[in-house]
T-cell receptor, first 111, second 113 residues
Framework: DTAVSQTPKYLVTQMGNDKSIKCEQNLGHDTMYWYKQDSKKFLKIMFSYNNKELIINETVPNRFSPKSPDKAHLNLHINSLELGDSAVYFC??????????FGPGTRLTVL | GDSVTQMEGPVTLSEEAFLTINCTYTATGYPSLFWYVQYPGEGLQLLLKATKADDKGSNKGFEATYRKETTSFHLEKGSVQVSDSAVYFCALSGDGANSKLTFGKGITLSVRP
């Protein structure tokens, strides 16, 4: 059974395009997160939602817009993609901030 | 703000060697400390955690002790295996209601047969 799933696993696109990454968790968690991992493996939180409410919004360009239609889903929409957006994006969920369960990641490549 | 510093990598060891990965932190209050592991091509998994000073977290032969006096949470394993090859992240979370996980830069461990 997949706990935290993301689609797509790989995403290759041109600069300037708009794309979305979807995340779903079947663990019944209240909180979901988006992280960005750069080419050096550095991992940084972007957003956190609790019960569909945004609670953490790090310094992220407003081209990135998270959307949580319900507690089990947190999607990430990115407008006007730039080369620097190339990274692996991880979704995670938790009951509390401590034990987070991560998805398999989405590798985004912007050409 | 909160921060986590990990030793520089990568680290390459022979099977059955002793492993130490250093981690120190800066935080206000009483953070909880974690080690996460990322196997090739996968997401992160919680390896172990400690929520207060002098606690020892352990899992799969790995151990780490929360040392408040030295603000450290070093990861150790007595005998590594090839299957331990992965990226290891030290992390902390603050004690506030909407705290977040702050990760170190991660270190790549390669274990050769």
């Amino acid at each position: 059974d997949t706990a935290v799933s993301q689609t797509p696993k790989y995403l290759v696109t041109q600069m300037g395009n708009d794309k979305s990454i979807k995340c779903e968790q079947n663990l019944g968690h209240d909180t979901m997160y988006w992280y960005k991992q750069d080419s050096k493996k550095f991992l940084k939180i972007m957003f956190s939602y609790n019960n569909k409410e945004l609670i953490i919004n790090e310094t992220v360009p407003n081209r990135f817009s998270p959307k949580s239609p319900d507690k089990a889903h947190l999607n990430l929409h990115i407008n006007s993609l730039e080369l620097g957006d190339s990274a692996v994006y991880f979704c995670a969920s938790s009951f509390n901030v401590q034990t987070q369960y991560f998805g398999p990641g989405t590798r985004l490549t912007v050409l | 703000g909160d921060s986590v510093t990990q030793m520089e990598g990568p680290v390459t060891l022979s099977e059955e060697a002793f492993l130490t990965i250093n981690c120190t932190y800066t935080a206000t209050g009483y953070p909880s400390l974690f080690w996460y592991v990322q196997y090739p091509g996968e997401g992160l998994q919680l390896l172990l955690k400690a929520t207060k000073a002098d606690d020892k977290g352990s899992n799969k032969g790995f151990e780490a002790t929360y040392r408040k006096e030295t603000t450290s949470f070093h990861l150790e394993k007595g005998s590594v295996q090839v299957s331990d090859s992965a990226v290891y992240f030290c992390a902390l979370s603050g004690d506030g209601a909407n705290s977040k996980l702050t990760f170190g830069k991660g270190i790549t461990l390669s274990v050769r047969p």
